[in-house]
Nanobody, 126 residues
């Protein structure tokens, strides 16, 4: 599956952005999806994930209550709505697809993901 992330940009602290990740090439509903991010000099970290149907989600503690992951299987797209952004949210954000056979799975582990998008830059100014 090919993944194309978009929607990043420069925003002031307290602002909002919505990231999108469009998938092509395979049956999108067969994949759990995740968002990860990587700041300069830091390791890639988990942000949010959603299972194949969209009924199960997971969030990193640092984004709970501020970010929302969702998906539209009919549009082959997963979203990350980011509100109340903080400077520490600045990073390159990556979407990823996990061809899990577990319907409820929404993994937080990057090693579980089979395909990755190219990333989109999010910069939050103070």
């Amino acid at each position: 599956v090919q993944l194309q992330a978009s929607g990043g940009g420069l925003v002031q602290a307290g602002g909002s952005l919505r990231l999108s990740c469009a998938a092509s090439g395979r049956t999108f509903s067969n994949y759990a999806m995740g968002w990860f991010r990587q700041a300069p000099g830091k390791e890639r970290e988990f942000v949010a994930s959603i299972n194949r149907s969209g009924g199960n989600t997971e969030y990193a503690d640092s984004v709970k209550g501020r970010f929302t992951i969702s998906r539209e299987n009919a549009k082959n797209t997963v979203y990350l709505q980011m509100n109340s952004l903080k400077p520490e949210d600045t990073a390159v954000y990556y979407c990823a697809a996990d061809r899990t056979t577990w319907a409820s799975m929404a993994s937080t582990r990057p090693g579980h993901y089979d395909y990755w998008g190219q990333g989109t830059q999010v910069t939050v100014s103070s």
